[in-house]
């Protein structure tokens, strides 16, 4: 058996493994857990599923338990800055040492697996055990919050037994996979609910609110909505988020109305919690107002002024569109690149009833849409096509505009932070 000699080789190594296998339940990833003694539960966890909003509420989550001084484990994906920032320790990645004990911990299941001809670990499921193990052996962990990767039902985070589970919203995208309605991503997004265990559950269309309802009563599940028609007073600027709940005054770090929506999952959950979690009010408070999440309408240039957001399907689009709107600030450009399975063409229409300048770039990663595919979708009368990402960040940096944001893609996020963060 070969083990890895270093952070680098196996970060190489597992992104060249399969990234999905047709899967029809999870008895391959239970199998795992069991050759490794079963990480998965050694530990209180919280699961988070949820077309968009997820990475959000994981960090409001783990700031809040943070500002009572608990200990936190998160494991999240994609990354902004790098592989490490998936499996986090009080928001502080995983170091190269850790991550390295753990893929090797995991590959030592790997002679077993051959020798009963047994499937290996696709790709998430290998980063997802390794997250796991490294949980299990943190001494002084209290809580993990934990995002899933895709859908719910079968994504390999679903062998985990929370003690809340919560469900973010549900959107169109990842169709081919998940199912081309919102009720039949809503099933896959249900399957995490386990019995006996709460859900909090953004929904807001009664018919999906409905199904939800109807999945937590077969399991026994206490459901949990957040009250939007108690929501007051939003007030949203390049500084903060505010807004009334129920009579409570709240100030968020995060940028945008959305984040609003997010935060309500959190006071619901905290209002869940919070007895058997000795929370008080000031630690919900406090967690809101301090939480910090790479790559969300993050400001990451001053001169010019930069943003960069992740929103990357229609849903997520419209939120940024608002929020700019909302800012009544004249020449906003957008620099946008959007993977080539996304529905592209919605997407660039509100684009273009948005921003002052657009110009389509492409991101690094294949699946990239190309720069001028993009372009010839746009009708904006005040566009320009630049396809080297690097030609496109000179252009900006030297035609300044009030407000550039980078927008379309998580890829194309971490791309531009990288480059202008270093």
Sequence with gaps: MNYFVDAKSFIEWVQSQKRFSKKTNLDNMKYFCK??????SSFKAIHVTGTNGKGSTVAMLTSVLMAKGYNVGTFTSPYIECFNERIAFNTK????????????????????LEENNF?????????????FCYFKSLNNL?????????????????????????ITNVA????????????AILKEKLGIVKDNIPVVCGLKEENLKMIATNVANIHNSQIVFPKYNEVKNVKCDLSKTCFTYQGQDYQLSLLGFHQVENALLVI???NLLKDDLKLSIQDLHNGLKNTKWVGRLEKINDDPVIYIDGGHNIDGISRITEFVKSLNIPNVRAVISISHDKELLPMIKMVDKTFDEIIFTSYTYARS???????????SKNKKCIENLDVAVKYVLTNKK???????????ASEIRNKLKK
């Design 142 to 166: 209290d809580y993990a919050v934990i995002e899933v990767g895709m859908g719910g039902r079968l994504d390999s985070t679903n062998v985990i037994t929370p003690i809340v589970s919560i």
């Design 268 to 270: 619901e959950t905290f």
């Design 119 to 131: 499937p290996k670990p696709t790709f998430f499921e290998f980063i997802t055990l390794c997250a």
């Design 35 to 40: 050759l490794l003694c079963n990480p998965e």
């Design 93 to 112: 990645p995983i170091d190269d040492d850790d991550l390295l004990k753990m893929a090797n911990r995991v590959i030592e299941i790997y002679p077993i």
């Design 402 to 412: 009030p407000i550039t944001i980078f927008l379309g893609s998580l890829y194309l």
């Design 172 to 183: 169109l995208d990842h169709m081919q996979i998940l199912g081309n309605t919102k009720e």
């Design 369 to 379: 849409a190309k720069a001028e595919d993009l372009y010839n979708l746009s009708s």
